[in-house]
């Protein structure tokens, strides 16, 4: 089957843009001015690039974004997981839910970039596991998601009264159009 004139340079048109979007340009990022705490390292928390492109993150980054849940905007995983603080854990300190409880409560590992939509009013940051790895944190604070759960399931808020998700607010939200 013979290709038209038209299909022809539609295929050369697609093939250049996809070219001219993988090419992309500098990622272009703020960092937040509140302090991580000792022992934490404070990470840049806003995405995207220049005006109209978007930069895809870097292998090993986990993207936090705000989302809607029932108990109003909260601070998820691009995936929808609702992530959590831990009661047991302090400021700048090592994550404290490790063995049994970190089977129930993973941490939230990788390198930490807020959403290219979203303007985070806490700073987010890492801090060292017992094992090495890099635990990301919020204001210091180490994150966790709680095995199971769905996408925007608030449903670990509050267990045992030490679980809480962050809460954020609709100014938080803004549009990246």
Known sequence: M??????????GI????????????SSSSSSSSAAAGSGSTS???????????VNLPSPGTQV??????????V??????LVVYTYGGDSKGGSPTCTGVCGTL????????QAGPADTLPGTLGTVSMPNGAKQITYNG??????????????KGNGMDGKWHVIKLSSKDVIASF
């Open 2 to 11: 013979r290709k038209s004139g038209w299909a022809v340079a539609a295929a």
């Open 14 to 25: 697609s093939s250049l843009v996809l070219l001219l979007t993988a090419c992309g340009g």
């Open 43 to 53: 990470t840049p928390t806003a995405g995207g690039g220049p005006s109209g492109s």
């Open 64 to 73: 936090l974004i705000i989302e809607r849940s029932k108990l109003g905007w």
């Open 75 to 80: 601070l998820a995983e691009a995936n929808g």
């Open 105 to 112: 409560w993973p941490a939230v590992t990788g390198l930490p």
């Open 141 to 154: 604070f180490p994150l966790y998601t709680l095995k199971g759960a769905g996408a925007l399931s608030t």
